[in-house]
């Protein structure tokens, strides 16, 4: 599967972004999915996941109450909604793709997004 990300930009704290990342593929709807982001100087971390079904979701906790991931199996899209944005949230956002349990394949080539404070 191919992933391509977009939607990042320049905001400021408190305001919100959507990030969007379309895949290819027929089998979208069998993989997990999930975004990472990595911050100038820092190991790339876990930020959001969904499962294939879209019946569970996980959050990192310096996001939960803040993100909101989901997807569109039909569209094979996922999003990640991004609300009261921190200076701390900014990072080149990926979207990333897994089959079952264990590592995650399959990368898209990042968004930036950069919070002002």
């Known amino acids: 599967v191919q992933l391509q990300a977009y939607g990042g930009g320049l905001v400021q704290a408190g305001d919100s972004l959507r990030l969007s990342c379309a895949a290819s593929?027929?089998?979208?709807?069998?993989?997990?999915m999930a975004w990472f982001r990595q911050a100038p100087g820092k190991v790339r971390e876990f930020v959001a996941g969904?499962?294939?079904?879209?019946?569970?979701?996980a959050y990192a906790d310096s996001v939960k109450g803040r993100f909101t991931i989901s997807r569109e199996n039909a569209k094979n899209m996922v999003h990640l909604q991004m609300n009261n944005l921190k200076a701390e949230d900014t990072a080149v956002y990926y979207c990333?793709?897994?089959?079952?349990?264990?590592?995650?394949?399959?990368w898209g080539q990042g968004t930036q997004v950069t919070v002002s404070s």
């Open positions: 969904i499962g294939w079904s879209a019946g569970s979701a």
């Open positions: 990333a793709a897994r089959t079952g349990i264990g590592s995650y394949h399959y």
């Open positions: 593929g027929r089998t979208f709807s069998k993989y997990d």
